[in-house]
Nanobody
Framework: QVQLVESGGGLVQAGGSLRLSCAAS????????MGWFRQAPGKEREFVAA????????NYADSVKGRFTIARNNGKNTVYLQMNSLKPEDTAIYYC?????????????????WGQGTQVTVSS
């Protein structure tokens, strides 16, 4: 059984930083692409960032490019999302997900397992 457990969310002021972590188990973590998505109240789930199996390829949504960084530690079965210069519009529940391929993808439909989410709230 694949399990993904996010942590690191919280309340932060605009301009601040948070680092999210996602610990994975139940799958050979190092073989598969990972992604971060977010969902704000009343909105669709949207792509934030993705990383390939080796970490050699990363992709970002335009709204977070230059502020967020995705990384992974295959030895620890963990993927991270470093979020800097946070804005109120970044407020959402953040989910990590894994897909059954080593490459990255923007679509949530290509990810087969999801974590429970962690709340990020950015105050103005």
């Amino acid at each position: 059984q694949v399990q993904l457990v996010e942590s690191g969310g919280g309340l932060v002021q605009a301009g601040g930083s948070l680092r999210l972590s996602c610990a994975a188990s139940g799958r050979t973590f190092s073989r598969y692409g990972m992604g971060w998505f977010r969902q704000a109240p009343g909105k669709e789930r949207e792509f934030v960032a993705a990383i390939s199996w080796s970490g050699g390829t990363t992709n970002y949504a335009d709204s977070v490019k230059g502020r967020f960084t995705i990384a992974r530690n295959n030895g620890k079965n963990t993927v991270y999302l470093q979020m800097n210069s946070l804005k109120p519009e970044d407020t959402a529940i953040y989910y990590c997900a894994t897909r059954p391929f080593g490459s990255t993808d923007f679509s949530p439909l290509s990810y087969d397992y999801w974590g429970q989410g962690t709340q990020v709230t950015v105050s103005s």
